[in-house]
């Protein structure tokens, strides 16, 4: 069979093969893309320009890095893209098309009342996007079907929801050629939660991606969601954050019993709660979270009168320690700490440093973690010139929450190191921030142990001590020996000192980040 001949026959069995799947298409019952433009764009190239603009912006304010595989489940917004698109991005983001082979979507009903989980119409096997057709997993449909009575197909439930819709252009772009189990959870009791759980438990497999999609705190008449009056942002921020400790901590009663108490209007709570079941039955095994994306409608506006807030979590079996250093905060809990720095470093310098302490983002378990902290403020006067330290104080090992630490080590830094004169108003656009998180100092058996740009140094003589951070050596371009030199004459020591052996040594590493 010669050349050309093999290429036609090429040619028409791929055009039969595409005749074929549009042909299914065509006399399939497929669910149409109802949404207008208010939501995301409804024109498939224009969209995909969207999701990689969303993806660009997630990547620059929630910068994050997991291996795909390890990801089972993840909790993301489902507002209009122009709202939570880039959160819900910063969760997709960490996804690979050809990693899965089923998403199943846990999606609360906005438009109608039922109780149990609905199923699409038993006769479609298609979702319609923009970006494509998208199908439907007919057979694990089928048997959650025949699993329960709490499994019923309602076409219309399906037909005008967003909170599913609102997921399939961006599981289309980064699972891939993925079937998806759509599923709207309405009315439901804990027993039905708890029986939802175990149904889904086997279909969970490593090759299946758990989407939870759900807004969180609704604030404003429209919601009839009003507890609080004065500093809405704040307190928003604190719902939200107390929420998401419930959910970071698997605490399915603690996170049932804070809905119960604070009424907060988290639309997809039904959704989570059944995640949160499936976490305390271990049904992936042992996994971390990781909040990578955190924002509000009304960002920005200390009192909104309307305002709903975006979370997204990762669920992974890629646990802290399997991280790297840097890694071990997400990228979003690296830029709350230094927009609390420079708020700190604007509060100190101003009138009223003692103003209360307000925090620009909602906090995560990490972020409430006790953990020692330095903040380093480094002076520029333009981009000719060398920055050089302006303030640097800090706390090795601490009771207090980071975020704490953070604050009141940037304050100190600008107004008490003793090296240099309280930073004025004037300096503050040439000033940057750089916060070390520090990991538990522990002692070397000798100086030889140290390693030089990963290791900080905690140098100890009698009652003498003094420390270095890790990026200290570097820095300055000094080799072990000047290093230690230079530490034994910071504790206003010999500056061999470093050499007796009754001076000891401990080190400790540090998540460093700055501002760009």
Known sequence: ??????????????????????????????????????????????????????????????????????????????????????????????????????????????????????????????????????????????????????????????????????????????????????LLIGSVSDDDIKSIADILQPFLDEKTLLVISSDFTHYGKQFRYEPFKKDITQNIFKLDSSLVEKIQDFDLSGFSQLLQKTQATVCGASAIKILLNLLQQKAFGDISSYVVGYDTSASGQKNPAHSVSYVSIVFTTQLPSDLPLQEQL???????????????????????????????????????????????????????????????????????????????????????????SPVKLSEIPHISIAVSVLTQPYQVSSYHDIVLGTDGIILKYENAQAVYLPNVATEQGWNLEQTLSSLSEKAELDKNVWKDTKTTFEVFQAIGFSEK
């Open 1 to 182: 069979m010669n050349y050309l001949l093999k290429k036609k026959l090429h040619t028409l069995l791929a055009a039969f093969i595409l005749a074929t799947f549009f042909s299914g298409i065509l006399f399939a019952e497929t669910y149409k893309n109802h949404l207008s433009d208010a939501w995301y764009p409804v024109k498939g190239k224009l969209l995909s320009v969207k999701i990689q603009g969303l993806q660009t912006i997630a990547q620059k304010k929630y910068p994050m890095t997991l291996k795909p595989s390890s990801i089972r489940a993840i909790i993301c917004p489902h507002a209009g893209y122009d709202y939570s698109g880039a959160v819900a991005s910063s969760a997709y983001q960490l996804l690979k098309p050809g990693i899965f082979k089923r998403v199943v979507i846990l999606a609360p009903s906005h438009q109608n009342d039922f109780s149990g989980v609905s199923l699409p119409g038993a006769e479609y096997d298609f979702y319609k996007n923009p970006l494509g057709f998208v199908p439907l997993d007919v057979d694990m449909i089928k048997k959650l079907k025949k699993s329960s009575p709490l499994f019923a197909h309602r076409q219309q439930a399906h037909e005008l929801e967003h909170s599913i819709e609102v997921q399939i252009p961006f599981t289309a772009t980064y699972c891939g050629d993925c079937k998806i189990v759509p």
């Open 330 to 420: 997400t990228g979003y809990e690296k830029n709350l700490l230094l927009k609390l720095a420079r708020q700190q470093l604007l509060n100190a310098v101003s009138s009223s440093p003692n103003s209360s302490l307000e925090i620009p983002g909602m906090l995560t378990k990490s972020l409430k973690k006790a953990q020692g902290a330095f903040v380093t403020l480094y002076k520029q006067e333009s981009i000719l010139d060398h920055k050089k330290l302006r303030g640097c104080i800090g706390s090795i090992t601490s009771s207090q929450p980071l975020y704490d630490v953070v604050a009141s080590m940037t304050e100190s830094a600008v107004l008490r190191d003793t090296r240099f």
